[in-house]
């Protein structure tokens, strides 16, 4: 049996390895559609938690590991701080699904480790992560450059336990974090919310995160938004340099990609009730609220549009008949539909023929791009047609989100 | 003298099994939107027309003029606009198939169904919905809407309205929905299927 190479050693002339984790299943489809390419001649492994990604690298060398934070069980961060320890020579890229354009990739790939803002570009991703399977440096985790904010909303937004040490030429602190929430700093002789004031006040400097199973006592009792607000507010009248990019209040304004980033705190269903998708209509629907059903589709339609690459979004009858459809190119959406019915009708068939049960979300891949099917409700089916390069994640997620309104939407 | 062998008129015999074809490969829904499209593509072979008045275009139907009857022969105009066609032009193929075969294709029903069913086409055209009694109406009926609308009367737009068939049975069906969108009273489309087999209402918008 021959043995595994050491990551960094012998594997040059062998397929690097990347690890996806990620607790939402559509996201690992995405990346390992994303990364199985030819460029990065890598092979893909896949975890659904921290716990999982673990198990893998102690019995598989991996070369990068490219991780949610946001996960049920370890977060990301923790996963990142234990690979650290035990594997240090391996990459870890953290995806975040904060909003804030600080988090362009471009600028994620400092010291080593890298920061990917869902929703990403699946081109720059895949740039990124190139470039990070390709670098053997050994991931130092030691933040230089990225804001002091970004990485305690990092902590927060992950509910990580862990203590961050900062430290500048001429002061220096440590933030302790429990579950995500600020519980207590230390900087000079001071402690409590003022030494978190004193730290975030500190501009550049080294940032390093540390496990910690507990903080050494709690002496802030304040919510993470709060502090960070209040932070920038002394940072402000201070005339201290301020976080560049940082953007509270774009944090609260709007959420791109609400499916990721509100998934653990009840974010569908208050998704459904912003869009009036809650309960069925009634069977009898008046004018009025035929009108507002379109425009909700309308508008469904229009956000798959949005996704880049997406360039087609139609709903279909089974019978092929256009319900709906925007397209940001010049095509035949009423061919498109005909033609789509035939082949969903025939898919089906097959699958009712070889004992299959209904037809489930699925792809057709061509030369130029993917074409995703999915059936809503009896009566009606969804064709997305997109570029290669789609991010084809967000595209299902899409469609898992909206399935139920734009089921009611297509009821005639 | 030996019984006369029958004979299959094989254009209609093949559209029969086409349908069930369609069906099965397809599925129903499938296969009613390519029905329907298939009419759609021929009536935009038909050359648009107008007339100076109403009465012109009754006096083109009862003369086999009109486009609609090129498709299904002469309608009797009952009073208001509404039509009823004595023959349902598919009937020699039903007949063909039935005197051959027997029977039907298996899944017609299915099919019937599936064509009622309130949708895109049904509402853009102002058919089926209760109205259709074959798949053969899945044909019929939008092909005459869409020739419909390739017609004006002095200047305005003609609106077929499919209200009610009848099939070789006597089994009658009523588009109830568009009979009431049309402003037409049920027991009127009742009677006019008592003579005829399909019943329609032109309206100018």
């Known amino acids: 049996m021959t043995d ?20 939402e299943e559509d996201m690992i489809w995405t990346l390992r559609n994303c990364l199985n390419h030819e460029a990065l001649n890598a092979d893909i492994l896949t975890a659904s938690s921290g716990e999982e990604a673990l198990g893998i690298m ?21 996963l990142m701080l234990e690979i650290r320890e035990r594997w240090p020579s391996t990459s870890v890229i953290v995806m975040t699904a904060f909003p804030s354009p600080e988090y362009k990739s471009e600028v994620m790939r400092l010291g080593g480790l890298h920061y990917i803002e869902k929703p990403f570009d699946i081109v720059e991703l895949r740039q ?16 230089v450059g990225v804001s002091l904010s970004d990485i305690v909303q990092v902590n927060c937004l992950s509910q990580a336990t862990a203590a961050l040490e900062v430290t500048a030429s001429d002061r220096s602190g440590t933030i302790y974090f429990e579950k995500g929430r600020i519980v207590h ?5 001071e402690t409590g919310v003022e030494a978190f004031y004193r730290i975030m006040e500190l501009d550049g400097g080294k940032i390093s995160s540390k496990k910690v199973a507990k903080p050494p006592e709690k002496s802030i009792d304040l919510p993470c938004e709060a502090l960070i607000i209040e932070a920038a507010r002394r940072r402000d009248e201070s005339g201290s340099g ?3 990019g940082f953007n509270i209040e774009a944090l609260d304004a709007e959420d791109p990609f609400p499916a990721l980033s509100r998934a653990d705190d009840g974010g569908d269903e208050q998704n459904a009730e912003d869009s009036g998708g809650g309960e069925a209509p009634p069977s009898g629907k008046t004018t009025a609220q035929e009108d507002e059903m379109d425009g909700n589709l309308r508008d469904i339609l229009g956000e798959f549009t949005t996704i880049p690459g997406v360039n087609t979004a139609c709903l279909v009858g089974r019978d092929g008949f256009l319900l709906d459809s925007i397209a940001t190119v010049n095509v ?10 035939s082949g969903f009708g025939a898919s089906e068939s097959m699958g009712r023929q070889l004992g299959k049960g209904n037809m489930a979300m699925t792809m057709i891949e061509y030369e130029q791009g993917p074409v995703i099917f999915s059936p809503v409700g009896d009566e009606a089916f969804l064709v997305i047609v997109a570029d290669r390069d789609s991010n084809l994640g967000m595209i299902r997620l899409k469609i898992k989100k909206h399935a139920q309104e734009i089921m009611e939407s297509a009821a005639i | 003298m030996p019984e006369e062998g029958k004979i299959l008129d094989i254009a209609r015999i093949s559209f029969l099994n086409m349908i069930k074809e369609m069906m099965t490969l397809g599925g129903v829904a499938a296969a009613k939107g390519g029905l329907i499209r298939n009419a759609l593509a021929c009536a935009e072979k038909i050359k648009e027309v107008d007339y100076p008045d109403f009465d012109a275009f009754i006096e083109a139907i009862r003369n ?16 208001d606009g509404i039509f009823g066609l004595p023959a349902c032009p598919f009937a020699p193929a039903i007949s063909n198939y039935t005197e051959v075969f027997g029977s039907l294709p298996d899944g017609f029903a299915e099919f019937t169904e599936e064509f009622n ?20 109406c899945a044909v019929h009926q939008p092909l005459r809407s869409a020739i419909g609308d390739r017609i004006t009367i002095g200047g305005k737009q003609v609106r077929i309205y499919q209200l009610g068939c009848k099939s070789g049975a006597g089994k009658k069906g009523f588009a109830d929905r568009l009979i009431e969108e049309a402003g037409v009273d049920r027991s009127v489309v009742d009677a006019v299927l008592d003579n005829h087999m399909c019943c329609y209402c032109v309206k100018l918008e």
């Open chain 2, 64 to 79: 086999a003029t009109n486009p609609i009857t090129m498709i299904e022969g002469k309608a009797e105009h009952t009073g």
């Open chain 1, 332 to 341: 035949d959406t009423e061919m498109i539909g005909a033609i789509a019915s």
């Open chain 1, 58 to 78: 102690e019995d598989t060398p991996v070369n990068l590991v490219l991780t949610d934070i946001r996960m049920s069980g370890m977060s990301g961060l923790d």
């Open chain 2, 117 to 136: 069913k309130p949708g895109p086409a049904t509402s853009r055209y102002r058919i089926g919905e209760g109205a259709g009694v074959s798949p053969f």
């Open chain 1, 185 to 189: 700093a230390e900087s000079g002789g």
């Open chain 1, 242 to 244: 301020q976080d560049e």
């Open chain 1, 4 to 23: 595994m190479p050491e990551v960094g050693e012998s594997m040059s002339v062998k397929k690097k390895k990347i690890l996806v984790v990620d607790d």
């Open chain 1, 128 to 143: 990124v992560v190139s470039e990070a399977v390709n670098d053997d440096r050994s991931f130092a985790g030691t933040v």
